[in-house]
């Protein structure tokens, strides 16, 4: 039995992550369930096995998306020590799980609320875990004696210009260029050594 429930297991992460591969690169409102399903070579009923709706099925797809990118990005962390090199490693990392995201999809998941809100929860728990980050370095002594909550507040709100490609349009600078600009400059602003 276990063996069949593994399976299922399995069989389900693939079948979110080829959905997921499919809507980071053409977006996911023109898509019904059932072009959805043709893409993936599945039936529809294989489709409503994950989800009841094209709504849910999305949902949960994006909710798929933003675990395993917190998982890469906290993985990348674990491999640092020292806080700033922890906090160039979290920052970068976040842009190069984001690297997929095409506009078509960045563009969907601002403009369905569901998907917004989950991507607004992500961007608060990723600045909550650069404050950590920060507020570590800070009890060691690496950083200056700064507001974490602030420092992250700041980098939470460059992290949203870039996904929403605010920050692309500005300046020409990619998502991965962007996020080592921000590691460096943030990193450097709070550096004790530099301040």
């Known amino acids: 039995m276990a063996t069949d429930t593994s399976f299922a ?8 992550d080829r959905l997921l591969e499919l809507l980071l690169a053409e977006g996911f409102a023109q898509f019904g369930v059932a072009d959805l399903a043709a ?3 599945c039936s529809k009923s294989t489709l409503y096995t994950l989800a009841d709706s094209k709504e849910q099925l999305v949902a949960k797809t994006v909710t798929h998306f933003f675990r395993s990118a917190t998982e890469q990005v906290e993985a990348r962390v674990a491999q640092e020590s020292g806080a700033r090199a922890k906090v160039i490693a979290y920052l970068i990392a ?5 690297s997929p995201a095409s506009d078509a999809f960045m563009t969907d998941l601002h403009g369905h609320a569901p998907t917004r809100e989950l991507y607004e929860r992500n961007t608060a728990a990723a600045a909550r875990r650069v404050g950590e980050l ?3 370095g800070v009890a060691t002594g690496e950083f200056r004696d700064v507001n974490a909550a602030f420092a992250a507040d700041l980098a939470a709100s ?7 490609r605010d920050v692309a349009a500005t300046t020409g600078l990619d998502d991965a260029q962007a996020y080592r600009q921000l590691a460096s400059i ?5 550096d ?4």
């Open 9 to 16: 297991t399995r069989r389900r992460g693939d079948l979110f």
């Open 186 to 190: 943030l990193t450097t602003g709070i």
């Open 134 to 136: 920060i507020a570590d």
């Open 94 to 98: 976040v842009g190069d799980a984001l």
């Open 158 to 164: 460059m992290m949203s210009r870039i996904q929403r």
């Open 192 to 195: 004790a050594a530099g301040g």
């Open 39 to 41: 893409r993936l070579r």
